[in-house]
C-alpha cells in the first residue's frame, strides 16, 4: 500500500466541492495544490480566491506547490490562506535557507521541489531545514507527461542523503499504479496522484483509490 495525494490541478473544476469531500473521506495524506505564475513554468493555476475556498472546506492538509519566481515572496499570502506545507522550487528560490526559515516563522512546513535536470546533491546542506522534498519526474508546468525512469535512482539518492532526518519524499509526474509501487520500494513516500491514478476519466474517484 502506497500513500498518495491528489493533484487538484487534475480534478474536474465543476465538481471541486464534491472530489474533495470524496477524498476527504477516503483518508488521503494532503491534497497537492499546483500553483503556476506563467513565468517559471509556461503555465497558470490556481488563483489565490480559488485557493482559498479551497482550504475553507477541505479537511486534509493542504501541501502549496509553488511553481513560480521569488518565492519569498508569497509566504505572507499562503500562511494566511491556511496551506500546511509550503513547497517552493530549488531553482526559483533566491536564498533556500532564509526562506526555510521564514516559512517557520509562519507555522507552515518548509518543503522544496528538484527539476529532474538538477542534482540531488544540491540539497545536502538544505536537508536539516526541510520536513519534505518532492521530485519532479516530469518536466514540471503540464500533467499528463511521461514518468522519467531515472527518478527512481534519483529518490534512493535523496533517501540515503537524507538518513538520521525526518523528511518526506514526494514524487510528482506520471505516476500510475505500478510507477508508484516502485517509488515506494526505492525510498519514496508520497506520490502525487492525477491522470494515471484517481482522476482518470473512465472511473470515479474511489474506484481509482
Same mark, same amino acid.
Not at 502549496?64 to 511553481?67: K, R, S
Given at each position: 500500500m502506497?500513500?498518495?495525494?491528489?493533484?487538484?490541478?487534475?480534478?474536474?473544476?465543476?465538481?471541486?466541492?464534491?472530489?474533495?469531500?470524496?477524498l476527504d473521506k477516503l483518508g488521503i495524506d494532503w491534497f497537492h495544490i499546483d500553483v503556476m505564475d506563467g513565468n517559471f513554468v509556461p503555465n497558470f493555476a490556481f488563483g489565490t480566491d480559488f485557493l482559498r475556498q479551497m482550504t475553507a472546506v477541505g479537511k486534509s492538509p493542504f501541501y502549496?506547490?509553488?511553481?513560480a519566481v521569488r518565492p519569498e515572496d508569497y509566504v505572507d499570502l499562503y500562511a494566511e490562506i491556511g496551506v500546511g506545507y509550503y513547497c517552493f522550487h530549488y531553482e526559483a528560490a533566491k536564498n533556500p535557507f532564509r526562506l526555510c526559515r521564514q516559512i517557520r516563522a509562519l507555522g507552515m512546513?518548509?518543503?522544496?521541489?528538484?527539476?529532474?535536470?538538477?542534482p540531488i546533491s544540491a540539497l545536502q546542506d538544505l536537508i536539516p531545514y526541510l520536513e519534505a522534498v518532492t521530485l519532479m519526474s516530469v518536466e514540471p508546468g503540464f500533467?499528463?507527461?511521461? +514518468?522519467?525512469? !531515472?527518478?527512481?535512482?534519483?529518490?534512493? #539518492?535523496?533517501?540515503?542523503?537524507?538518513?538520521?532526518?525526518?523528511?518526506?519524499?514526494?514524487?510528482?509526474?506520471?505516476?500510475?499504479?505500478d510507477i508508484a509501487k516502485k517509488c515506494m520500494d526505492a525510498?519514496?513516500?508520497v506520490v502525487v496522484g492525477g491522470? +494515471?491514478?484517481? !482522476?482518470?476519466?473512465?472511473?470515479?474517484? #474511489?474506484?481509482?483509490?
Open positions: 502506497y500513500h498518495i495525494a491528489p493533484t487538484m490541478l487534475c480534478a474536474d473544476l465543476f465538481q471541486m466541492r464534491e472530489s474533495m469531500d470524496v502549496l506547490h509553488l511553481m512546513k518548509p518543503a522544496i521541489a528538484l527539476n529532474p535536470a538538477t500533467s499528463g507527461q511521461s +514518468f522519467m525512469d !531515472f527518478t527512481y535512482r534519483r529518490i534512493s #539518492e535523496l533517501r540515503k542523503m537524507a538518513k538520521g532526518h525526518k523528511l518526506l519524499i514526494e514524487v510528482d509526474g506520471g505516476v500510475d499504479n525510498g519514496c513516500d491522470y +494515471f491514478t484517481i !482522476f482518470q476519466k473512465k472511473k470515479s474517484i #474511489e474506484d481509482n483509490s
